[in-house]
């Protein structure tokens, strides 16, 4: 398989699987992972840990999104939507009163809804996680946001990664 899609994309810091996977899916391959595999996560030790993990997630999609534009969803643009409007709303608020109501609406849903499923998973773990869940979510969804942000603003500004074919190494040498 290797030979024929090739390794890992190294110009990647994160989401290097991801985009292995995808190539994988347009080969027409499907991946397995057995049920006996035995996967273990560390959580970060803080917020701020937390925050620059996604940060990093969210750029590894931009890269991702640049290299192979149909792998681009709207799972990958909502937390960068989600970001773009907590800066935008506010500003565009000082021209029209649409606009604030639109930012007090938009993110009183979405507290509300990051209280409800922090809520439900409180009421079936304990009550002592909620403060913690209220935190953690809008962190994963400001990190991979303003992840995906600064990366689309730094291949607007040609300082992104080269990402052409040219530059890809995940083939293996040839030998002549």
Known sequence: MFEDIGYYDERFDACEDVEFNY??????????????????????????????????????????????PGSLSPGTLIPALFTAGLIALPLLSLASRWFAYAFLLFYGLYFLMIFLSSATIAGRHGLHFLPKLLRI?????LGLGWGFLSELVRTL????????????QTRAPTTS
Do not use: C, W
């Open 137 to 141: 979510y809008p962190m994963i969804h």
């Open 23 to 68: 190539r994988v899916h347009l080969s027409g391959r499907q991946s397995f992972t057995s049920l006996k595999l035995a996967v273990y996560y560390y959580p970060r030790e803080n917020l701020r840990r937390l925050f620059h993990q996604m940060k990093r997630y969210g750029i590894g999609r931009m890269r991702l999104a640049r290299k192979h």
């Open 157 to 168: 500004l040609g300082q992104g990664p080269d990402l052409s074919p040219a530059g890809d």
